[in-house]
């Protein structure tokens, strides 16, 4: 099994800063794109950002030049640093990893759990 352990989240002030974590485990023979997406209440998931195995990232216009998504591939986790946070930013964030696994053979999407992100105006 593979599962998808989120933290980080939490409450801060607009202009503030958070770093939320997605850390896999289990069977993973290789990651490759990891991505964050959120959904704030009433409305569709969004896509946030992505990371992919070659480490080429990208953005949501939306949080381009405050946000930084990156990855540790011996620990198996990837990172959301937040910066200059408005209060349009609150919503749940969620991590998803494709991944290769071992047993059974196959390549899948798995998703966190999600973390609770709320900007104070």
């Known amino acids: 099994q593979v599962q998808l352990a989120e933290s980080g989240g939490g409450l801060v002030q607009a202009g503030g800063s958070l770093r939320l974590s997605c850390t896999a485990s289990?069977?993973?023979?290789?990651?490759?794109?990891m991505t964050w997406y959120r959904q704030a209440p009433e409305k569709q998931r969004e896509l946030v950002a992505t990371?992919?195995?070659?480490?080429?990232?990208t953005y949501a216009d939306s949080v381009k030049g405050r946000f930084t998504i990156s990855r540790d591939n011996v620990k198996n986790t990837m990172y959301l640093q937040m910066n200059s946070l408005k209060p349009e930013d609150t919503a749940v964030y969620y991590c998803?990893?494709?991944?290769?696994?071992?047993?059974?053979?196959?390549?899948?999407?798995?998703w966190g759990q999600g973390t609770q992100v709320t900007v104070s105006s």
């Open positions: 998803k990893m494709n991944i290769r696994r071992i047993f059974p053979f196959g390549i899948y999407d798995y």
């Open positions: 990371v992919t195995s070659d480490d080429t990232t």
């Open positions: 289990g069977t993973i023979a290789e990651i490759y794109t």
